[in-house]
């Protein structure tokens, strides 16, 4: 059962390559499949109870004004790589910017949405696919049983948070696209 689903987004340019992403250090590889170790993350995030299609479009727009400084600053903070979009377990879709590597919860400027919130995610150990295509919700829950496939034969436990990366916009070809769903290990 899919308990918590996280969709990330980008941009496809040259530009887009230069963009700050999470650092991590690659523990295993074995195909498409990864284990990674990464450092804590600060996020802004946003959450709607509403379709997955509501939950990008509403959140994105609302994390986008937050990062051009709709904030009490006002500070423009430069976007990052990945956008997430996590289901959680009470209903409620949440959309989440990686906030740069300098903020931390405490530095990070305050949200003048009062229902964009500035967390952290813990540093973690995490099991990989990655593969390309559009995204939609059927290719989501493909990978994530894929993924699962994958943890149940190797006898890896793994938490319900999976996440699924994307790092292109939607006008990239589907097929020119890198797309990861991502699990914390237990």
Known sequence: MLAALTVVGGVGTAEAEKMERPEFSPVSQEGAFEIRDYGALVVVQFTIRGTYKQA?????????????????????????????????????????????????VDTAPRPINRRIRVVEIPARRAAVVVFPGKLNEAAMHEQIEVLEAWLAAKGIAHAQDFTLASYDDAWVPGRARRNEVIVTLK
């Open 56 to 104: 990008v479009s509403q959140g994105y727009i609302r994390l986008e004004k937050y990062y051009t400084g709709a904030n009490t600053t006002p500070e423009a903070i430069q976007f990052t790589k990945p956008v997430m979009v996590r289901n959680d377990l009470a209903g409620g879709l949440t959309t989440m910017f990686v906030l740069p590597k300098a903020y931390r």
